[in-house]
């Protein structure tokens, strides 16, 4: 994009790039956009109240129902992490908090937070809503299917909860439900209450699997007219991908917890080695503890990028839109989506050095660990070189971008700490590790989503949230965060040991005591605020000032519908025709400052549009 | 490969016709209905979970502290006093695999609108699993009655049992639903329904004979993940 550019040579490039990928031969006319090639989609319309708002196969308000009810669990999720702040920093107020309790209130959080929290919303809610809109199609490609995927997610949900009031409680085996001691006498919630989390977790598989095969169909074969993969807004290819990874993670979590629930219901030894109780050899014998940490790191930690890759994607397009300046290097983004999704089927036993594997094992995983890092880093170089002389503008959304960044790379530091054997070993299961892995698979995805929420929130309810509110919000979450978990990467350094219920009088412990009461104080107050965007987001519904189309006057197709918010359908009469990346901001000699999607090559015939 | 052409679209062969579908706006696999594509990549999906199930069975079989029972004897019948082994999986996978090839006749008539023959070769088809899902009910509760149990087994290692039960279980439980789905079917060959695009029960989605080849790309599916399980489990 140098100042020297040839206009005339930019616009002979495009019209014969907009062609190559197509038909083969050149055709004169620089606006040619190849004919459908599918036929309109055969629309289900809604009849009734039940059709349109509670059954409905409506891909935006599928997307809604996730949303709510991910949020619900979420809610549900601060109110566990509260309660245990609460038995850390203040034991003496927390006096009907068993260790029992404790354990369960651990297990339950980091579930829900993993699972039905931040996969769900990132996948559920804005997959749903985005994909469809934003690759030009009607509607998911398969309506019905989606409806039953959100259902299936509810019902998921409603057994998760139900385990709450099951007698024994909830498991209370940590979020990883290592065998044998999770379907054992003694760990909270044995009987019911691990029965039914299986059982959950097996319902949102079976949920996942029928929506994450509408998101990849629609993105693959449901494209509008010139909407190539390679003009793909960046959130739609990291949906894509996170898709991807869930579609062939998920197996093995699946795999697990059918086996899991065979041992518990059954007797099968699939997990259970000979185990001695009270001087008694139980039933079980034979089976691998060490296979259901492979069978389960095998989902979990392409679960890590399945909740981090649509972060990427958004924070990406939130960071052109609002910095108004094209994102750097679009397919160097691409790439390394896709080569972080690649890669991270290859990581998964950095989860398990102290397992008692054979140590070549452990330096292989290292070593993949460490490569990850790769596509990572070039990820966040490229949001900063977005950022770099932009025009940005310092709103809500930016706020949070810029959170994200910091905070990710923050977290993703830590990670190459971690990474490494020998730094990891002793570190194991210290609170150095929650802060890692909160900072940057909790708080750096939850900034992204905070910041899709301020930036969609026009579109999805066609009024603007109060950006004073949101700045408050911003703030207090993003010191709130840092005064939650800096803290906590001291304590793991000095050797807390994460879980434990309460630490006694053990040397190091006493000098903690007023560390784990400021961490404590911090998370009561980071959680309140959270209330503030609920507040806002009802404030705003009632008596918010409405938005005008395309407020933040981005590129990409969602803002571009007949209506606002969209209606069935999305478009209108007719499907818009793609030209361009969305990413044509501040195009010199443009007349604004963003030319839209649907602009035609020739309207814009004297601007130095970049090549897509 | 000869090129062809979908909706004025030509399809170029080779790499280079790989590269430009990839490339190209609209769709990825050109020509390829929505339903298919959706099949594929479930099954893809479903590699994963056997995978899973077969992995863990090797992994299980190779660290018990019992041996394992001799799968020959266990899977053996008795005829007229004589032990034959694997003679009733011989019989149930050829039944299997012989419902394949119906079934592949049944895609082939349905595109032709043969609606008799497509209807009778999936009718065949459904019988065929039908049969495979009968035997296999036969073959657990022989098991059964010589005390074979998913918690353990007089032959040898108690994850035998376990491991069968589940790895077949779970593979018979892909049979049924794919039986229900070949009668649902076969109605609605017979009753004309793809014929006339009548809408879907459920869906609303009209009907039409691609549809059969998606169930035929399920079924077939079924079938090899068998060839794994009688390679690992009866023949190991």
């Known amino acids: 994009m140098s100042d020297e550019y040839d206009n005339n040579k930019s616009y002979q490039a495009q019209s014969s790039e907009v062609l190559d990928g197509s038909a083969g031969s050149i055709n004169p006319d620089m606006d040619y956009v190849r004919p459908a090639e599918i036929p309109e989609q055969d629309l289900y319309h809604a009849h009734s109240f039940i059709e349109k708002w509670i059954f409905c196969q409506d891909a935006k308000v ?36 068993t260790a029992e309790h404790y354990y369960q209130f651990v297990t339950m959080h980091g579930m829900i937070m993993v699972v039905y929290f931040l996969t769900a919303l990132f996948l559920g809610g804005f997959g749903n809503y985005l994909i469809p809109l934003m690759v030009g199609a ?60 299986l059982i959950s977790l097996s ?105 981090a890759l649509p972060a990427f994607g958004i924070v990406s397009d939130l960071i052109s839109v609002h910095a108004r300046k094209n994102i750097f290097g679009y397919r160097m983004m691409v790439w390394a989506i896709v080569g972080i999704g690649g890669l991270s089927f290859f990581v998964w036993a950095h989860h398990m050095y102290v397992s008692g594997m054979n140590p070549w094992f452990g330096f292989f995983f290292a070593t993949t660990t460490l490569i990850i890092a790769v596509p990572t880093a070039m990820k966040v170089y490229n949001w900063i070189l977005t950022l770099w002389r932009g025009n940005i503008r310092i709103n809500t959304v930016m706020l949070w971008c810029l959170g994200f960044i910091v905070t990710f790379v923050n977290g993703g530091i830590t990670g190459i700490f971690l990474g490494n054997v020998s730094v990891d070993v002793p570190l194991s299961d210290t609170y150095f590790v929650v802060a890692h892995f909160h900072m940057v698979m909790g708080i750096a995805p939850l900034m992204v989503i905070m910041g899709a929420v301020y930036h969609w ?123 361009r990346w969305p990413y044509d901001f501040s195009v010199p000699g443009a007349k604004d400052d963003f030319i839209p999607q649907t602009t035609a090559p020739s309207e814009v015939a004297n601007t130095e549009v970049e090549k897509t | 490969m000869s090129e062809q052409k979908i909706d004025g679209f030509e ?103 043969n609606r008799k023959m497509c209807g009778w070769l999936i009718l065949a088809t459904a019988v065929g699993g039908l049969t495979f899902v009968g035997m296999q009910v036969f073959e657990w509760s022989k098991l059964i009655h010589e005390g074979v149990r998913p918690w353990g087994n007089p032959f040898g290692a108690a994850q035998f049992g376990s491991f069968f039960f589940m790895i077949t279980g779970f593979h018979g439980f892909h049979v049924s639903i794919g039986v229900i789905f070949l009668f649902i079917y076969t109605y609605k060959v017979f009753a004309g329904h793809y014929d006339s695009k009548k809408r879907g029960w459920f869906t609303k989605m009209k009907g039409d004979y691609v549809e059969i080849e998606i169930l035929g790309l399920y079924w077939h599916f079924v079938d090899l993940v068998w060839v794994f399980i009688f390679a690992f489990f009866y023949l190991w």
């Not at chain 1, 139900?162 to 940590?174: N, Q, R």
């Not at chain 1, 917890?257 to 259970?272: E, G, N």
């Not at chain 2, 298919?36 to 299980?60: E, H, P, R």
Request: glycine content about 10%; hydrophobic content about 50%.
């Open chain 1, 457 to 579: 929130f026009p579109l999805v309810a066609g009024k603007m949230l109060s950006e004073t509110l949101g700045k408050w919000h911003f703030w207090i979450t993003f010191l709130g965060a840092y005064s939650i978990y800096f803290p906590m990467h001291y304590l793991g350094f000095i050797g807390v040991p994460r879980r434990y219920f309460e630490m006694y009088d053990s040397p190091y412990m006493t000098s903690t005591v007023g560390m784990n009461e400021f961490i404590s104080v911090a998370a009561f107050i980071v959680g309140a605020a959270q209330f503030i965007l609920v507040f806002n987001i009802i404030k705003t519904l009632k008596t918010g000032k409405k938005a005008e189309q395309n407020p933040w006057k981005a590129n990409s197709l969602e803002w571009y519908t007949s209506t606002v918010p969209p209606e069935h359908g999305n478009f209108g009469e007719r499907l818009p025709v793609v030209h």
């Open chain 1, 203 to 307: 319902l949102f598989v079976i949920g996942f699997t029928m929506g994450g095969l509408n998101y990849m169909i629609t993105i693959l074969q449901a494209r509008t007219r010139g909407m190539t993969l390679m003009r793909m807004p960046l959130t739609v290819w990291g949906i894509f991908t996170a898709t991807v990874l869930a579609m062939l993670a998920f197996p093995a979590l699946l795999v697990s917890a059918i086996m899991m629930t065979l041992d518990k219901v059954l007797q099968t030894s699939f997990f259970m080695p000979t185990i001695l109780k009270a001087g008694e050899v139980l039933e079980y014998g034979g089976g691998s503890p060490i296979l259901f940490q492979h069978l389960f790191w095998f989902f979990g930690h392409p679960e890590v990028y399945i909740v």
């Open chain 1, 62 to 97: 599928i997307g809604v129902q996730y949303f709510l009810t991910a949020v619900f669990t979420g809610i549900v999720g601060l109110i566990l992490s509260w309660l245990m702040r609460l038995q850390l920093g203040f034991p003496e107020l927390a006096g009907f908090m």
């Open chain 2, 11 to 113: 399809l170029r062969p080779g790499f280079k016709g790989m590269a430009s579908d990839t490339g190209s706006d609209q769709t990825m696999f050109k020509g390829v209905h929505w339903g298919k594509a959706m099949m594929w990549i479930f099954l893809l999906s479903d590699t994963f979970v056997f995978s899973c199930f077969l992995i863990s069975y090797m992994k299980g079989r190779g660290s018990t502290i019992v041996d394992w029972p001799n799968t020959s004897e266990v899977f053996s019948l008795y005829v007229g006093g004589v032990p034959v082994p694997l003679l009733l999986i011989a019989i149930m996978t050829f039944v299997l695999i012989t419902s394949s090839g119906t079934m592949a006749l049944a895609v082939k008539y349905g595109y032709e609108k």
């Open chain 1, 138 to 197: 009607r509607d998911m490609v398969f309506p019905y299917v989606n409806m039953l995927s959100f259902w299936m997610f509810f019902v998921a949900v409603a057994v998760l909860m139900a385990s709450f009031f099951v007698p024994g409680g909830p498991t209370g085996a940590g979020w990883t439900l290592y065998p044998p001691q999770t379907i054992l006498e003694g760990t909270p919630g044995s009987g019911t209450g691990i029965l039914l989390m």
